[in-house]
């Protein structure tokens, strides 16, 4: 690639997502800290039973969202582009908003009839279900709200609302298990509250009244949603199976204290991981739609985005993985001790659940999801069947595994499962950079096992010895890689 062309095609383009990161990463640094916090605020405040109730609520409030609204909102990011060349961005907008009060009266239709089975189903109490319908009505208009945010590149707006969400959230939690002892209903409450509150606000950011008019509206925009859509919530589906079916599973086996395990488990690693994983992609989206849009090759965008994913994931999760038992204790209460032997398990679904967005987006990209929904079911089915078997025979270790294997599943599906022109390049020297690095934090971690250095401090240490293990190989010159 000539010179030019780098610059102009991956040097200013991603220079320009990592300009948007740090604009967003106050929204993930503020998401990291609040939920690294909720964990010994709730397991505190929660029995494991209250937590597990907790734990399962929203996995249901997950699982009905992905069906009634998550997919209007993603649908909203994907097309925003094209509308708004076409300055047809007030019909699309308000196609967009029928659509999804339409959905969410179908659902509440949906539920009313079939509320005994949902109870019985679900394994939890009617208060709490009505509880979890009503909450679903903020999340909704929250997640269209900030894909329209996404969609319009503001990405200061999107994290102010996001910082205020948490630290409210956080507040009206811990003031209602206090003073009115609701248990997991408590928290349900208090995200209704803030997020409500928060979706005011985020109107007036996305400046959606000025968008809204009274204008007929055409066929060819709902069907173009429900095309991309539908087929976008079968994936997620999918998804859900792979990383939330695991719970109810658990609960029927062994009941909610185990699931209430899981949930510390999934707390210090999919709730952070995935909020720290996310920075890049969160900005890295619109910006990649619009470059495909015009006609350009995304394809070195991504690969180059990867290669940093690499270099920031990795260490993270191998330390987190090593340290699993010291973090929990140090973050949970003594209660949910025992959920330290699934934090290394999950924290490498995260990664890998993480690195199938960069390799998924070619789907998204040609408007082919399907393509996306049927790996994601096929890996879903197998976490199930993994899940069923191995919990079984392991308890809390073959939930760990399977849903660790339906994860990579996943991911190797969407690496090899490719679109001629779209298809990943792997950043073969960035990866060999990143092993080289970690030669001298192995050498250095079996050290500290023979030593008393407190566990903060190791980490501390091989942190940096991998930063300053990658600042030295920077150094070397590409062609004396290539030689290696």
Not at 55 to 63: D, K, Y
Not at 76 to 98: H, Q, T
Not at 383 to 412: D, E, Q
Not at 423 to 448: G, H, Q, R, S, T
Request: net charge positive; proline share 4%.
């Amino acid at each position: 690639m000539e010179k030019s062309d780098y610059l102009n095609n991956v040097a200013i383009p991603v220079k320009q997502i990592f300009l948007d990161v740090l604009k967003y990463s106050p929204s993930k640094v503020s998401g990291i800290i609040g939920n690294t916090v909720l964990i010994p605020v709730y397991t505190n405040l929660l029995t494991p039973e209250q937590y597990g109730l907790y734990t399962l609520s929203i996995a249901v409030l997950s699982f009905l969202c992905i069906i009634f609204s998550d997919w209007v909102g993603l649908s909203g990011l994907r097309f925003f582009r094209r509308y708004e060349i076409k300055d047809d961005v007030p019909k699309y907008l308000s196609a967009l908003i029928i659509l999804l009060v339409t959905n969410i009266t179908l659902m509440f239709f949906i539920a009313f009839i079939c509320r005994h089975n949902f109870y019985e189903f679900f394994k939890i109490p009617g208060k709490v279900f009505v509880a979890i319908l009503v909450l679903i009505i903020p999340v909704a208009f929250r997640a269209l709200l900030f894909q329209i945010l996404r969609a319009q590149i503001k990405p200061v707006a999107f994290t102010v609302s996001t910082i205020v969400n948490q630290i409210l959230t956080i507040c009206l939690a811990v003031f209602i298990i206090k003073f009115y002892n609701l248990g997991a209903l408590s928290v349900l409450l208090a995200m209704g509250i803030s997020i409500s509150l928060i979706d005011i606000v985020l109107m007036f950011q996305c400046n959606i009244f000025s968008y809204l008019k009274l204008e007929k509206l055409q066929f060819s925009i709902f069907s173009s949603l429900y095309k991309y859509g539908i087929p976008l919530a079968l994936t997620s589906i999918s998804l859900w199976f792979i990383t939330q079916s695991n719970k109810f599973i658990l609960q029927h086996l062994n009941g909610y204290i185990e699931v209430g395990y899981v949930g510390v488990a999934y707390s210090m690693t999919f709730s952070i991981l995935m909020t720290l994983f996310a920075v890049i992609p969160i900005a890295a989206v619109p910006r990649i739609i619009n470059m495909y849009e015009d006609g350009r090759d995304v394809r070195p965008v991504v690969s180059t985005l990867t290669g940093y994913f690499m270099l920031i994931g990795l260490p993270v999760i191998i330390l987190m993985s090593l340290y699993s038992k010291e973090l929990v204790a140090l973050l949970a209460n003594k209660n949910f001790s025992g959920a330290y032997v699934l934090v290394p398990y999950l924290a490498f679904s995260a990664f890998f659940l993480s690195f199938a967005e960069y390799t998924t987006l070619q789907y998204h990209l040609i408007k082919k999801t399907y393509i996306d929904t049927v790996i994601r079911l096929v890996s879903g089915i197998a976490g199930i069947i993994l899940n069923i078997i191995l919990i079984k025979k392991m308890g809390l270790v073959g939930l760990g595994i399977a849903t660790l294997a339906g994860n990579v599943l996943y991911f190797l599906l969407s690496v090899f499962i490719v679109v001629p022109g779209l298809e990943w390049k792997i950043p073969f020297e960035k990866i060999l950079k990143i092993v080289i690095c970690f030669v001298p934090v192995a050498f250095l971690y079996f050290i500290f096992k023979k030593t008393g250095l407190h566990y903060g401090m190791q980490i501390a240490l091989l942190a940096l010895t991998y930063y300053l293990g990658y600042s030295f190989v920077q150094t070397i010159k590409p062609d004396r890689l290539k030689l290696w």
